[in-house]
């Protein structure tokens, strides 16, 4: 299947700070990636679509200033979590949808960020 | 708003036993997928069922959709302790197809023990 990489694969930092998270396609071009987070012993939550060369698009909730997504490239996403706070903690996960795969959606999902804010 | 619910949420069982997670839905979706996921790892797809009626099997693990019921079951033979982890199933949040994000389910964590 299509190879999804993640950098970096944890990350601890100061309260206030902000902290980048890449994701990138390495054997196919993905024109949309998904960006998800979860927290302890919980499910996975979307958090927003990331399109190529066009803005993200945000679920209900989370805040776009604080979480910047960049889709400059086919292969390459990032996330920027800005001003982080403890309460942004979490295990972040992109995925991306591989388009030689046909339409039936199958995402392949990154080895995941665990983001430590003290 | 579209839900995924999955049951049991915890479920611990013995080596050799067979058990059965159910994922029911609330969208008309025609898709659905189950991952793997273990402590402190990402997702690992194990399923992909793409119509009414599929059936997929892989090892001791055994898939199935009904999109009439919206439900899918992941069926469990013979356990084995290699099987414990944190199962999830996910639906598209747009039936019909198209690049759209998945809704899961909250997950059953198994636990196999000898």
């Known amino acids: 299947g299509a190879v999804v990489s993640q950098h970096p694969s944890r990350v601890i930092c100061k309260s206030g700070t902000s902290v980048k998270i890449e994701c990138r396609s390495l054997d196919f071009q993905a024109t949309t990636m998904f960006w998800y987070r979860q927290f302890p012993k919980q499910s996975l939550m979307l958090m927003a679509t990331s399109n190529e060369g066009s803005k993200a698009t945000y679920e209900q909730g989370v805040e776009k200033d604080k979480f910047l997504i960049n889709h400059a490239s086919l292969t390459l996403s990032t996330l920027t979590v800005t001003s982080a706070h403890p309460e942004d903690s979490s295990f972040y996960i992109c995925?991306?949808?591989?388009?030689?795969?046909?339409?039936?959606?199958?995402?392949?999902f990154g080895p995941g960020t665990r983001l430590t804010v003290l | 708003e579209l839900k995924v619910e999955q049951n049991p949420l915890f479920l611990s069982m013995q080596e050799g036993k067979n058990y059965t997670i159910y994922c029911n839905y609330s969208?008309?979706?025609?898709?659905l997928y189950w991952y793997r996921q273990d402590p402190g790892k990402s997702l690992e797809s194990l399923f992909v069922l793409l119509s009414n009626g599929a059936v997929k099997q892989e090892g001791r693990l055994m898939a199935s959709l009904d999109t009439k019921a919206r439900l899918s079951t992941l069926h469990i033979t013979a356990a084995v302790h290699d099987l414990s982890a944190t199962y999830f199933c996910a639906v598209d949040r747009i039936s019909g197809g198209g690049a759209d994000g998945l809704t899961f389910g909250k997950g059953t964590h198994l636990i196999i023990q000898p």
């Open positions: 995925s991306a949808r591989d388009p030689g795969t046909g339409t039936y959606n199958e995402q392949f």
């Open positions: 969208t008309t979706s025609d898709r």
